[in-house]
Antibody
Framework: EVHLVESGGDLVQPGGSLRLSCVAS????????MDWVRQTPGRGLEWVAR??????????EYAASVKDRFSVSRDDSKNSLYLQMSSLKTDDTALYYC????????????WGQGTMVTVSS | DTQMTQSPSSLSASVGDRVTITCRAS??????LAWYQHKPGKAPRLLID???RLQSGVPSRFSGSGSGTEFTLTISSLQPDDSASYYC?????????FGPGTNAEIK
């Protein structure tokens, strides 16, 4: 069965850093583009970042709101996806999901259950 | 960026009712439109991609239509298990953008 399990969410002060992880199982992780998506009560669902599959060169894309502060990476040998977050703002408070996209092109077809990040002093 | 709007923001309908949710894009996205169902505490579930392609395992009472800038999700006969939030997503261009969501409640 296909699974994505996120971890690493925590309470952090503004300006702080945090690293989220997502472990995948049940599919060939290296074949898929992987994304981070977040959900806040006020702004709904927001796509955060993408890292493409190994065949697509592990290149990355970011939402403007997180570019230059967040960094997405992956370790295909560990079936793991990461999101390094720095210079955190209160607006980054959200439930962070990792999500898989199908091979080729398409929308996120498998999601984890999310990990909560709270940025507050 | 492509902005997505959804209507209604919430709905309340009876079991067996036909329900339609509309999603509009600020510019043409061809058929690069997906619909998700999201229940509290659960992972979002992909219902439809390419505007109208039903995903495996999704009940046939769900259907999608549209192209360009206007899209609809229809539930032909609302069931108690359909109580959830529904979101559209455009995945043609970065940044991928979601609609604000529709909360569906069963009367």
């Amino acid at each position: 069965e296909v699974h994505l399990v996120e971890s690493g969410g925590d309470l952090v002060q503004p300006g702080g850093s945090l690293r989220l992880s997502c472990v995948a199982s049940g599919f060939t992780f290296s074949d898929h583009n992987m994304d981070w998506v977040r959900q806040t009560p006020g702004r709904g669902l927001e796509w955060v970042a993408r890292i493409r599959s190994k065949p697509n060169g592990h290149t990355t894309e970011y939402a403007a709101s997180v570019k230059d502060r967040f960094s997405v990476s992956r370790d295909d040998s560990k079936n793991s996806l990461y999101l390094q977050m720095s210079s955190l703002k209160t607006d980054d408070t959200a439930l962070y999901y990792c999500a898989r996209s199908p091979t080729g092109w398409g929308p996120f077809d498998i999601w984890g259950q999310g990990t909560m990040v709270t940025v507050s002093s | 960026d492509t902005q997505m709007t959804q209507s209604p923001s919430s709905l309340s309908a009876s079991v067996g009712d036909r329900v339609t949710i509309t999603c509009r894009a600020s510019q043409s996205i061809s058929s690069s439109l997906a619909w998700y169902q999201h229940k509290p505490g659960k992972a979002p579930r992909l219902l439809i991609d390419k505007a109208s392609r039903l995903q495996s395992g999704v009940p046939s009472r769900f259907s999608g239509s549209g192209s360009g800038t206007e899209f609809t999700l229809t539930i032909s006969s609302l069931q108690p298990d359909d109580s959830a939030s529904y979101y559209c997503l455009q995945y043609l261009t970065y940044p991928f953008t979601f609609g604000p969501g529709t909360n569906a409640e069963i009367k």
